[in-house]
């Protein structure tokens, strides 16, 4: 099975900084790789898929780069709402899906 | 307006089945494109993929947990349904049931549901 690797497993850092958050895939997955944000006691949404395609709605300060394993979640100026986990997800319907094992993000 | 809802136990005796329901509204599992999946997440810890089932009725499932999963749907009703066998307190999670629509990943969850595993 392919397997999602996130780095870091945490972070802090301040209001209105650039936060960067990897996930490495231990095999090509192409641009099959979705972020998701998800708060304490909530289920997760989704914020980026197909790697760099911003979900409706979803803040412009959030992004999404890279393609086959190696692939990064860009918050480009934090803001206290973004308090969360972040999870990556290589996704398809044949056959497996995988998340990465989450990066808590605080606040300084 | 797409929404999903689980339900299911609260509360289930170790080595016993859990049947988990999705009902769903918003969209047609018939439709190309269209899946369910079910995911998990144990207090304090990682999400973690089950199930899925698409519009052509076919079925996928974590390899880890394949001889314990029955993913099935109604179309008719809107529904998937999960079913666990075997049950132990390590499954004591709450359980996801969330849309994917091909290339595009879980686009909307239901709010999921805790399921303690206990005797």
């Known amino acids: 099975d392919i397997q999602m690797t996130q780095s870091p497993s945490s972070l802090s850092a301040s209001v209105g900084d650039r936060v960067t958050i990897t996930c490495r895939a231990s095999q090509d997955i192409r641009n099959y790789l979705a972020w998701y944000q998800q708060k304490p006691g909530k289920a997760p949404k989704l914020l980026i898929y197909a790697a760099i395609t911003l979900e409706s709605g979803v803040p412009s300060r959030f992004s999404g780069s890279g393609s086959g394993t190696d692939f990064t979640l860009t918050i480009s100026s934090l803001q206290p709402e973004d308090v969360a986990t972040y999870y990556c997800q290589k996704y398809d319907s044949a056959p497996q899906i995988t998340f990465g094992q989450g990066t808590r993000l605080e606040i300084k | 307006q797409v929404t999903l809802r689980e339900s299911g136990p609260a509360l289930v005796k170790p080595t016993q089945t859990l049947t988990l329901t999705c009902t769903f509204s918003g969209f047609s599992l018939s439709t190309g494109g269209m899946c369910v999946s079910w995911i998990r997440q144990p207090p304090g810890k990682a999400l973690e993929w089950l199930a899925l089932i698409d519009w052509d009725d076919d079925k996928y499932y974590s390899t880890s947990l394949k001889t314990r999963l029955t993913i099935s749907k109604d179309t008719s009703k809107n529904q998937v349904v999960l079913t666990m066998t075997n049950m132990d307190p390590v499954d004591t999670a709450t359980y996801y049931c969330?849309?994917?629509?091909?290339?595009?990943?879980?686009?909307?969850w239901g709010q999921g549901i805790l399921v303690t595993v206990s005797s």
């Open positions: 969330a849309r994917l629509r091909e290339g595009s990943g879980n686009d909307y």
